[in-house]
């Protein structure tokens, strides 16, 4: 058999036209110039072909490699259930992730906005290989929302739960200065891709789209039941019997009226009152737990997924409170130790939340759990929460260090039905998608 190939000749610029005997492995002739021009062309494409059919061959045996490699860690652990919790970089996200990826018994998805920050604090924090992916969500633009559901979706695991535990906190954003115009100031509201305030973006708009889309992965799940737990805050109303839902700017979502009106500049409150850092924090918690509650109405019969929320307790350390003025992250957590009693660890939060995730005892829905100060699970304790009903009063005159709040029981705004379907239907507007 002979080929023909177009190869340099030492003595010539234009090509020389060789054929080359394959079994002997040698030229046969050597013929050049431009009578050979079809002869050559076709010789070319002939040896083109057999290129881009090997580098074909190349890039299938490197994707089917990259696919082994990402499908096979995840799938050879069968018996694993499977977690994502957003915002797993730091703090609470943090703790949980690792409480549950070192427990052997979870696989942890990241769901995190800075990928390598996340990547390495896994590592930092000796997470068990193969317990854990970090995956790219930024909660404050919905196209990643929807892009970071394609990813999981492409891993083609189960999904058992999903924990919606992200949050941004701007509490001084709205004033002048700290002490005098000038002296810290705050900066102002800031806005997601879409235009929205960034603390509504975050912690409420983004959690409702991703809720709301994995839900069919959580309908899957491979362990019943599977749960969402969102987290909340005894800042933000939940009852308006909690002291710290009293604690000034107060929640107060109004009538929705920034919803109404398309939540964007010069928009800045759900209520379209006047911007306020801390309150858009807390506002953004209320509308939480009413997602929470919108969630189990509306799916928790028929697809048997519990749908919970959580006061971790004072966390006092946590870069949650990033933002604040230096003398109050240096104070805040020596007065939640000292003198409240409330403080809690990014540790002993973390295990509480590991609880809801994986503990029997948390399996229900449309509740809302919370934990109290000093008598038992917080700083001065460490003992499981259920086991700590009976304690008495803390110094925010909670009763009991673990109270679960039964969905009859959280009241206030985020009791309000008729307002919880409206902030359902309006966060279907500004996400561009309807789901029930
Ligand atoms: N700390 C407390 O005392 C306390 C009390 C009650 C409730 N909570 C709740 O507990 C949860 C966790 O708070 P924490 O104290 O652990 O705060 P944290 O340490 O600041 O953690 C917040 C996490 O959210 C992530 N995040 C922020 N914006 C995001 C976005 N656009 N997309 C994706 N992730 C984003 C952060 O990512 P980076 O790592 O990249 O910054 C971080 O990992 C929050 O829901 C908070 O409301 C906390």
Known sequence: MALAFAVPHASQTRPVLQRWDVKASKPVTAVSGHSQALLAASTSAVALAAC??????????S?????RRAFFDFGSQPTKKTVVITGASSGLGLAAARELAKSGEWRVIMACRDFIKAETIAKENDFPKDSYLVLHLDLAANSSVRQFVASFRALNIPLDALVCNAAVYFPNAHKEGAFFPGLFPGGGPRWSADGHELSFATNYLGHFLLCNLLLEDLKKSSVKPARCIILGTVTASINDKEVGGMIPPVADIGRLEGLEAGMKAPVTMIDNGRFNGAKAYKDSKVCDV?????LHKRYHASTGVCFSSLYPGCIADTALFREHYPVFRFLFPILQKGVTNAYVSEEEAGKRLAKVVADDNYAQSGVYFSWGGESGTGGAGGADAVENVDASADRFLQYGSFRTLKESEIGGEAGDDERS????????KLVGQQFS
Not at 52 to 61: D, I, M, Q, T, V
Not at 63 to 67: D, L
Not at 290 to 294: A, D, G, I, V, Y
């Open 63 to 67: 994707i089917s490699k990259t696919q």
């Open 52 to 61: 881009s059919r090997r580098r074909e061959r190349l890039a299938k045996a």
């Open 290 to 294: 009413m997602l929470m509650r919108e």
């Open 421 to 428: 379907k409206r902030l359902w239907s309006l966060s279907e």
